[in-house]
C-alpha cells in the first residue's frame, strides 16, 4: 500500500513541473507558392486549409506592390502581438526567387523553404516535414494535372496530404514518405495507374482505393460509420465463439489492471532530456490519468495536429511513450517514470 501511495505521488508531482512552451517550427502564417505552378499549389492547398492559414500567389521575381504593402501590415500586426511571422515557401529558388525571399526576411518575417528535385520529391517532403501519421492519403497522377482538382476534393475532405505517383511507377520518394513517415492504412488512388503501381503500394501493407472521375465523395460521418461497421462485423460477428471470449478477457484484463498499469514501475529519465513542448504533452497525459487520445492533446496545448503529431512520434521513437490504436484515433501512455535532474 506504501509503495503504491509513493508512486501515486511521484506521478502527481510531475504535474508541478512546467515551463512555457517555445515557437512551434511547424506553425506558419503565410505559405507562398508561384501562381503558376499548379502541382506546389495542390499540395500546399490542402495543409493550408486544414490549418488555417492564407496562401499567397506571387510571381517567380517579385511581389504586386498591392500584396507587398498587405504583408507589411500583416507583419507588423504579428509584431504587435508579440511574435515574429512565418512564412513557408514551398517551390525552389526558380519557382520563388531569393529576392522574394529576402523581401520578406526584410519585413520582419521568418522564412523556411520547402523545395526538392522534381514536384515528386516536393509533394514527398511536404508530407514528410508538415503531416504526421495519417488514416488515409490521397495519390494522384504526376503526369496529369487533370486529375488535380478532383485529387484536391478528396484530400480536402478526408483531411489528408497529397502525394504523387507516375502511371506506370511509384516514385521512390513517394513510397519512402508512405513507408517510414505518414504510415497510412489506406490510399486513394486519383488517376490512371498501372497494376504495378497498385501492388507496389499493397506490397507495404496499404489498403488501395482507385477513384473514378465524378465519383461522389461520401460524408465524413457517413464514411466513418460505414467503416466503423464493417470494422465491427470483420472482427467482432465473423470470428469464433473461442476468438470473441479472448477479446473480451482481453478487454476486461485491459481495463481492470490500467491504473495498476500506469502506477508500476518505469525505466526512470531525467525531465531535463524533454523540451518545453514535449513536457507539456507529457503533463497533459498524466493530468489525464496516464492516458488521453491523441485529438485531445491538440484541444488542451493549443498546438497544431501536425506539430503533436511530430512531437509524440519523437517521444514513441524515444520510448518516453506508447501509443495504441483504437478505432480511428491514438491512445497515448506513458511508457516512462519522468524525475527531476
Known sequence: MGQTMLQVLLILSLILVSSPPHGNSGNYDLIIVRQDESWDSLVARIYADREGVPILS???????????????????ALTSEGRKGKVLIIGGERAISPRVEEELREMGFEVNRISALDRYHT?????????????????????????ALIAQRWALELESPILLAREEELPEATENVLKYYIKPRKVILVGKFSKEVISSIKGLGIKVETKKVGERIPPREMEEERRFSMEFFRKIVYPSSLVISFLLGAFVYKHHYRIRE???????????????????????????????????ISQRTGFSRSKVSRIISELEERGVITRERVGKTYILRLARELVEG
Do not use: C, F, H
Request: proline share 5%; no cysteine; charged share 35%.
Open 123 to 147: 509533394a514527398a517532403d511536404v508530407a514528410r516535414k508538415l503531416w504526421g501519421p495519417q488514416e488515409t492519403v490521397v495519390i494522384t497522377n504526376g503526369d496529369d494535372i487533370g486529375y
Open 262 to 296: 500506469v502506477l508500476k514501475p518505469k525505466i526512470r529519465i531525467p525531465m531535463l532530456v524533454l523540451t518545453s513542448d514535449e513536457r507539456r504533452i507529457v503533463e497533459e497525459i498524466i493530468r489525464s490519468g496516464g492516458e488521453i487520445k491523441q485529438e485531445e
Open 58 to 76: 506571387t510571381s517567380t521575381e517579385e511581389i504586386d506592390p498591392t500584396r507587398l504593402r498587405e504583408l507589411m501590415q500583416y507583419s507588423k
